[in-house]
């Protein structure tokens, strides 16, 4: 059974930092593309970053590119986004997810996940 349990979110001003974790038990995590999305009150799910199984392609949402950096560990299964020069618009629900095709590229579409954690807040105030 897939597993993925997000972390490191909380309330920071606008133009902080903060890191997300994403620790995940249950496949072969280091075969399997990793994203992360985020959902804002009153909006749909979007995605923000995705990583492929080998950690050599990464992809942005326009909206985060040139703040946010998505990387992963293999040897410690967890999959990370780093946030800097945060803004109010980014506060939303952060999602990790992870596709259950092996040696993925990753991608934008939520459709292509299979397994998500439960969330973590990140609220920026102004």
């Known amino acids: 059974q897939v597993q993925l349990v997000e972390s490191g979110g909380g309330l920071v001003q606008a133009g902080g930092s903060l890191r997300l974790s994403c620790a995940a038990s249950?496949?072969?995590?280091?075969?399997?593309?990793m994203g992360w999305f985020r959902q804002a009150p009153g909006k749909e799910r979007e995605f923000v970053a995705a990583i492929s199984w080998n950690g050599f392609r990464s992809y942005y949402a326009d909206s985060v590119k040139g703040r946010f950096t998505i990387s992963r560990d293999n040897a410690k299964n967890t999959v990370y986004l780093q946030m800097s020069s945060l803004k109010p618009a980014d506060t939303a629900v952060y999602y990790c997810?992870?596709?259950?095709?092996?040696?993925?590229?990753?991608?934008?579409?939520?459709?292509?996940?299979?397994?998500w954690g439960q969330g973590t807040q990140v609220t920026v105030s102004s």
């Open positions: 249950g496949l072969t995590f280091s075969s399997y593309a």
């Open positions: 997810a992870q596709s259950p095709r092996r040696l993925g590229a990753g991608s934008s579409d939520q459709n292509e996940y299979g397994y």
